[in-house]
């Protein structure tokens, strides 16, 4: 059974961190890919983060490159994504997910093209949490 769930979302002030965790059921974090995601009111869902199995590589949004960092720790069956330097536009609710067909995509495709950085391809999903920022 696939269980994905988020924590870590709180207010915080503008320029200030956050580290959200996403604990993965052990078959899912095994076997997919996994990744950040982020929704903000009257917004699309966007990608933030991503990291291909057991961690061989990662790939950012353009607004998250410098300022966020995705991990796991395979001991714990969990993602993270320590955040810094946090700004308004960052407010949104944060949700972890799994690919199932990426592990079958070549590391090379997956960082030199825009394969991660696509909503579809991402199958499943868990809870969200919400991160608030102010000014």
């Known amino acids: 059974q696939v269980h994905l769930m ?5 207010s915080v002030q503008a320029g200030g961190s956050l580290r959200l ?15 950040w995601f982020r929704q903000a009111p009257g917004k699309e869902r ?11 590589g ?13 991990s796991q720790d395979d001991a714990k069956n969990t993602v993270y994504l320590q955040m810094n330097n946090l700004r ?18 070549p590391l090379g495709q997956w960082l030199g093209t825009d394969y991660p950085m696509r909503s579809d391809v991402w199958n499943f999903w868990g809870q969200g949490t919400q991160v608030t920022v102010s000014s």
């Open 6 to 10: 988020a924590s870590g979302g709180e």
């Open 21 to 35: 965790s996403c604990v993965v059921s052990p078959d899912t974090y095994r076997r997919n890919c996994m990744g």
């Open 46 to 56: 966007e990608v933030v983060a991503a990291i291909y199995n057991r961690a061989r």
């Open 58 to 70: 990662t790939r950012y949004a353009d607004f998250a490159k410098g300022r966020f960092t995705i």
């Open 88 to 105: 308004p536009e960052d407010t949104a609710m944060y949700h972890c997910a799994a690919d199932s067909s990426c592990p079958s995509i």
